[in-house]
């Protein structure tokens, strides 16, 4: 019963509308080493054999972007719809060319499909890190999934523990993906995990306050993950919003003093880097009212960018694709309540245009 409280509270998140102490840990406080369940082939090209059954792409009520930067591809990776879907289906992979989508992975081999997982690119490694996820209140998963461009190696054991709307990203400072937060069984967690490939490491269990979703995004200019916004849900159904921004330089998180003006709080906002600029991109999102803005933050200051066509959402994904130097935005919803749209977006620094399933 609880589980299925946060799973409707999670929904409701998307759909409807400090002055915290720094912390530091130093020392990893524990360290569990998962055994793969199946040695992957290895893979020193990556390629895009597509599966021989081709569809159109339907958004999941969860989705995330990132760019790989070996296939030099946007890669979608594709929740479940809320309902009607069989729950032994593979989790889809699809890759953006410019102009359409093409399924790349539904692997029966892999993991099935899932919403809410932890979602990361270690570009050291070039393998894409999936933890955690759910399909309902009865189905989670505390499981770890790497995909090498063409394989699947799962990893089970001692970590985190299945979690719904952890934050993931990775630092390649450090050579490592980290997890935030996101929660289990009602309750909403704070700590922080880091995995090098081979064990899940828990690195602090102080810092931002705990919270889910929120935005979590390598800064690679100031070499630093910076956290942004999220909140928290109470047991009695009401949400505490933040709007602070916290930085990991790989033993401890610090809170960041943000000058006014800010981009305030975001219930489920985009968040990603832009190399030209050396700055950190927030795009669109909001709490009831959904915001059509694009901000950039330079290392110390916030500055509202200048976007026309900029669509308003929640629950989107944004990613800088270096390949053809623009950014990509797919789906999210447009008002409280909304359906899950699957349309895609581009925007070259000045304009936004809507170039796939249009609404």
């Not at 309750?187 to 490939?197: E, H, R």
Request: proline content about 5%; some cysteine; aromatic content about 12%.
């Amino acid at each position: 019963m609880k589980t299925t409280c946060l799973i409707l509270l999670f929904i409701l998140f998307l759909s409807a509308c400090s002055g915290n102490p720094t912390a530091t840990a130093t020392e990893p406080i524990a360290s569990f080493s998962p055994t793969p369940d199946a040695t992957a082939v290895a893979s020193s090209t990556p390629n895009l054999t597509q599966p021989t059954e081709q569809r159109t792409l339907v958004a999941g009520q969860w989705n995330t972007l990132i760019y790989h930067e070996t296939l030099q591809k946007v890669i979608l990776v594709n929740g479940g719809p809320e309902r009607g879907k069989s729950k032994d289906d593979p989790l889809e992979l699809w890759a953006w060319n410019g102009s359409n989508w093409s399924l790349i992975s539904t692997d029966a081999n892999g993991p099935t499909w899932r919403n809410w997982a932890g979602v990361a690119y270690d570009t050291t490694r070039d393998v894409l890190v999936i933890h955690g996820g759910l399909q309902d209140a009865n189905t989670s998963f505390d499981e770890t999934w790497e995909w090498d461009g063409k394989t699947w190696t799962k990893f089970t054991g001692a970590g985190p523990g299945g979690r719904e709307g952890a934050l993931m990203a990775y630092d390649a400072a450090h050579e490592m993906t980290i997890l935030f937060g996101g929660a289990t069984d009602m309750q909403v967690l704070g700590d922080t995990w880091a995995w090098d490939g081979s064990q899940w490491t828990q690195v602090s269990a102080e810092g931002p306050p705990p919270r889910f979703p929120g935005g979590l995004i390598y800064d690679a200019a100031r070499q630093k993950l910076l956290l942004y916004s999220g909140h928290f849900a109470e047991a009695t159904g009401a949400f505490i919003d933040y709007d602070d921004l916290w930085a990991w330089d790989g033993s401890s998180w610090r809170e960041i003093a943000q000058n006014e003006p800010t981009p305030g709080h975001r219930t489920h906002t985009a968040i990603t880097f832009d190399p030209n600029t050396d700055t950190v991109l927030l795009i669109s999102s909001g709490s009831e009212t959904f915001l059509s803005d694009v901000w950039a933050w330079d290392g110390t200051q916030w500055t509202q960018v200048e976007a026309s066509n900029t669509p308003a959402r929640s629950g989107h994904n944004v990613v800088y694709d270096a390949a053809r130097d623009t950014f990509v935005l797919f789906g999210g919803v447009d008002r409280p309540g909304g359906k899950a749209l699957s349309d895609t977006w581009e925007w070259d620094r000045v304009n936004w245009l809507c170039v796939e399933n249009c609404q």
